[in-house]
């Protein structure tokens, strides 16, 4: 009986340590895939914090676009490439935000167009771009409210007189 016992204790004491281990490897993964999850988190949140914009200026040119002046108040710089058909702009009444444009180099009735104006590629930190965006309606007399979000989530927004 007492080689009985002791067997039972031995064959219990394995199957403690196997289901501890197994417990433990799921633990470790678990812990690994949170810490990949919030690293991720952390990185756009930084980003969005670090990209920041401000509308500086806006009128209507008089040749069917609106110039809105925006500067990159931001600590990082970003390239072009990476705005392009990623970076909306919203424009629409003082009340409504009634079309959506996307960002590009070229400037077509469903586009708004960048233009750089030091033409380097990079929308740098200090520096103003010029984006050229169709008026939603033909009055252009009205006040017309802009934003603009860029891919980062970061975005601002104005008011524009005709």
């Known amino acids: 009986m007492g080689e009985a016992t002791v067997m039972v204790h ?3 004491t394995i199957v403690g340590i196997v289901l501890a281990s197994i417990f ?4 470790i993964g678990r812990i690994s895939y949170v810490n990949s999850i ?5 990185q756009g949140k930084l980003q969005e914090l670090q990209s920041e914009i401000k509308i500086v200026a806006g009128f209507y040119n008089g040749s069917s676009e609106y110039d809105i002046f925006v500067k990159n108040v931001g600590s990082e710089s970003l390239p072009e490439d990476e705005l392009y058909n990623k970076t ?19 400037s077509t009735s469903d586009s708004a167009q960048l233009v750089d104006l030091n033409n380097d590629g990079v929308w740098s930190s200090g520096e103003t771009i010029v984006i050229k965006v169709p008026p939603p309606s033909s009055d252009t007399s009205v006040p017309v409210r802009v934003k603009i979000v860029l891919p980062s989530g970061a975005s601002a927004e104005a008011v524009l007189t005709g």
């Open 24 to 27: 433990a490897v799921y633990v």
């Open 10 to 12: 031995a064959i219990l």
């Open 88 to 106: 909306e702009v919203y424009v629409g009444t003082y009340e409504t935000l009634s079309k959506m444009y996307v960002l590009s180099n070229t």
């Open 38 to 42: 919030m690293s991720g988190v952390l």
